[in-house]
Structure formats: C-alpha cells, structure tokens
Nanobody
Framework: EVQLVESGGGLVQAGGSLRLSCAASGFTEDDYAIGWFRQAPGKEREGVSAIDNSDGSTYYADSVKGRFTISRDNAKNTVYLQMDSLKPEDTAVYYC???????????????????????WGQGTQITVSS
C-alpha cells in the first residue's frame, strides 16, 4: 500500500520561504509521479507541481513558476517542494499525491490534475501573512 506523509507546513510572512517534504513508501514499480496540490477554503484542489519518478522531469503551475522548486531524494524516498517568495494567495492546505500509471507522458496535462491521482497524504497547512 502506497503511503504519503507530508511535513513542513506553517506560518510565514509574505516574501518568505518554506520547504515541504513528502515521504513516500510502498511503491512496487517505477512508473509513477509525485505531485503537490493545494486547496484553499471554498476552492477546488489545484495542481502546483509534480515530478515523474521515471526520469525526474518536473512540472509546474503557471502561478508558481520561478518561485517553487520540486526535487527528490531517492535515497530517502522523499520529494520536496521548496517555496520561495511566498504570497498571501499561496495560503492553503498542501497535499502530496501519487499517480501510478504506465507511460505517464502519453497523457497530456495529467501531472497537475488532482482527479487522476491515486493516493494522497493527510495535508499540511501553509499560511502566508501579508
């Protein structure tokens, strides 16, 4: 059973930085991606960033490009989301998710679509004060 555990949330002032971690376990194959998503009150969950385990390719929502960086440490089975230049509109609960599927790259736009994901962590709150 795939398990995902997020950590690293908190309160930060606008312009500050935070790093989220997603510890992943239970994968039995290499064809999967880990994504970061967020959900603000009254809004739908939206994709923020993702990384394909097969080749390390990364994907970002336009709203975070140039500010957020996704990376992985294979030895620790952990994916990170470094968030810089945070804005109040980044306030949300952040979730990491996993999608397990062969040939992910054949599916246009799949990496940032939450409904495609198979597994979820419990979420961690990020609050950015102005």
């Amino acid at each position: 059973e795939v398990q995902l555990v997020e950590s690293g949330g908190g309160l930060v002032q606008a312009g500050g930085s935070l790093r989220l971690s997603c510890a992943a376990s239970g994968f039995t194959e290499d064809d999967y991606a880990i994504g970061w998503f967020r959900q603000a009150p009254g809004k739908e969950r939206e994709g923020v960033s993702a990384i394909d385990n097969s080749d390390g390719s990364t994907y970002y929502a336009d709203s975070v490009k140039g500010r957020f960086t996704i990376s992985r440490d294979n030895a620790k089975n952990t994916v990170y989301l470094q968030m810089d230049s945070l804005k109040p509109e980044d306030t949300a609960v952040y979730y990491c998710g996993a999608i397990v599927r062969l040939n992910l790259k054949f599916y246009s736009g799949i990496y940032l679509r939450p409904r495609e994901y198979d597994y979820w962590g419990q979420g961690t709150q990020i609050t950015v004060s102005s």
